[in-house]
């Protein structure tokens, strides 16, 4: 267990649903991420929070909607998704402010879009 | 932006053989490059990270080379094991004090321990 904790583990949802994701990190860090990680291509970052502002946002349709509450929790909201968003999401977190900025990853979310 | 590519796609060695994974990243801003291990249904966790200021760094069974002249990177795994078998991916990024780290990762080589 590295300290970042994701739920759901799977969820499956129809194109008109609306859910969501969350992810908790217990390390104590000051930044977190989203990523989408898809069959056969890489890691795709789409949300990068520091200090719980958004810093980077990776052209992310808006249907995909985060949240950051605070430095230790994450949420990805979801509505009118796609089949094509079926993925592994995964968060991350770090602790900035220094030279290498080591990501924890939790154990994702595996998403279905029916 | 930064794009990272990684060679190959699949790897299959012996136990005991060695592997060797590569990747080229097109910015020569870059100067932090981990390597992530994800085993199957699995996260991806850390094994090593080499920063632009040295050319190497070693691991027990494990090592990191970097060519910044050449924009390349490479791990090493020597003495292969079974448990080394998973998907390996490498990232790079421009570390600067204060700033979220953005890592692009590569397409990720899944490698295959035979016995």
């Known amino acids: 267990e590295t300290g970042v904790t994701q739920t759901p583990r799977h969820l499956v949802m129809g194109m008109t649903n609306k859910k969501s994701l969350k992810c908790e990190q217990h390390l104590g860090h000051n930044a977190m991420y989203w990523y989408k990680q898809s069959a056969k291509k890489p890691l795709e970052l789409m949300f990068v929070y520091s200090l719980e502002e958004r810093v980077e946002n990776n052209s992310v349709p808006s249907r995909f909607s985060p949240e950051c509450p605070n430095s230790s929790h994450l949420f990805l909201h979801l509505h009118t998704l796609q089949p094509e968003d079926s993925a592994l999401y995964l968060c991350?977190?770090?602790?900035?402010?220094?030279?290498?900025?080591?990501?924890?990853f939790g154990a994702g979310t595996r998403l279905s879009v029916l | 932006g930064e794009n990272v590519e990684q060679h190959p796609s699949t790897l299959s060695v012996q136990e005991g053989d060695s592997a060797v994974i590569k990747c080229t990243y097109s910015?020569?801003?870059?100067?932090?490059f981990p390597w992530y291990k994800q085993e199957l249904g699995k996260r991806p966790q850390l094994i090593i990270d080499?920063?632009?200021?040295?050319g190497e760094k070693k691991d027990q069974r494990i090592a990191v080379t970097l060519n910044k002249t050449a924009k390349h990177f490479s791990l090493h795994i020597t003495e292969t094991q079974p448990e080394d078998s998973a998907v390996y991916f490498c990232?790079?990024?421009?570390?600067?004090?204060?700033?979220?780290?953005?890592?692009?990762f590569g397409t990720g080589t899944r490698l295959q321990v035979t016995l």
């Open positions: 991350a977190s770090s602790q900035d402010g220094g030279w290498g900025n080591i990501q924890y």
């Open positions: 080499i920063r632009s200021n040295v």
């Open positions: 910015d020569s801003a870059s100067n932090y």
């Open positions: 990232a790079a990024s421009i570390m600067n004090t204060g700033t979220a780290s953005k890592l692009t």
